[in-house]
């Protein structure tokens, strides 16, 4: 059993195809099978069943990747570190967001650190919910995840920077514009902009509604929330969004209205990475100048 054995069949549990697979490493299909055949000899078990349409993992399999693609990233991880033990205070950060990410929750942090790190790069790659993000950071050498916390996830660690406070989105025209605050039982029954579906900040949304006992139907949906309160503006419909930093308050932002939603439990946002320990000094400074600028 060697390590490349293991790193091709993770990635086959992945993809769900082995040829999917051959094309990536460029090799042929057979190679690939080689891998997983040496790993089943070697542990005596099945480990994937063909499918009518490509393979997934046993129970066996299920098993042997979970503690595989822990244990690589772990390794590459330490391998990274190594580098840039040698390397000194050069090298970068890699961070995974979402859309709007960096524009509501970084923009000042990433100048500071600039400032101060002149020699680290800042790289970032967009996903599209905090589940991808996870993903991302399990599969490759992300240091960083910004997301929307919710339940644990094995092999990942969450910590929380900022509490967002929900808000109703209106034109100034709309009849709620004008409330200091809106009572969770004005909002049953509104018909609202819906935020993206598998997002985690929707089911936030959607289990602290149901706390209240608040039902909402939906119009339409969007995929982030900066396209919600677009459409809030346009008068396309309302939107229920947490209070970003740097949003403007309401009455600042032409047509569109702010109105707070108190009642409603606040969306908790921050960092997720596979272990704190591990981290390497910039990654680490990143993150805290982040969590500084965010609660300031």
């Known amino acids: 059993m060697t390590l490349d054995d293991l790193r091709v069949f993770v990635a086959v549990c992945r993809a769900g195809s082995l040829s999917a697979v051959a094309r990536d490493l460029d090799c042929t299909q057979s190679a690939v099978s080689q891998h997983v055949k040496r790993l089943e000899r070697e542990t005596g078990v099945g480990l994937l069943e063909r ?87 399990a599969d490759s050498s992300l240091d960083l995840a910004w997301i929307t916390l919710g339940a644990p996830v094995r092999g990942i660690e969450q910590r929380p920077v900022r509490e967002l406070p929900w808000m109703l989105a209106v034109r100034a025209d709309d009849p709620l514009a004008r409330r200091a605050h809106v009572e969770a039982a004005d909002l049953s029954g509104l018909r609202l902009i819906r935020l993206p579906p598998n997002s985690t900040s929707a089911a936030h949304l959607d289990a602290a509604c149901a706390e209240l006992g608040v039902r909402f139907a939906f119009d339409t949906s969007v995929a982030d929330w900066d396209t919600a309160l677009l459409l809030a503006e346009l008068g396309l419909g309302r939107a229920v969004v947490p209070a970003l930093p740097g949003l403007a308050v309401p009455g600042d932002r032409g047509d569109l209205r702010l109105v707070p939603l108190p009642a409603l439990r606040p969306l908790s946002v921050g960092w997720a990475v596979r272990r704190w320990d591990a981290l390497s000094p910039p990654a680490r400074a990143f993150a805290d100048t982040v969590a500084d600028t965010c609660r300031s």
């Open 51 to 137: 499918q009518p349409r490509g393979v997934m993992p046993t129970q066996a399999g299920r098993v042997l990747e979970a503690a595989a693609a822990e244990g690589i990233a772990g390794l590459d991880l330490a391998l990274r570190r190594l580098r840039e033990l040698v390397d000194g205070e050069s090298g970068s950060v890699r961070v995974a967001t979402g859309a709007t990410t960096v524009r509501h929750f970084m923009s000042d942090a990433v100048v500071a650190f600039r400032q101060q790190h002149p020699d680290v790069s800042l790289e970032f790659r967009t996903e599209s919910s905090s589940r991808a993000c996870f993903d991302a950071l």
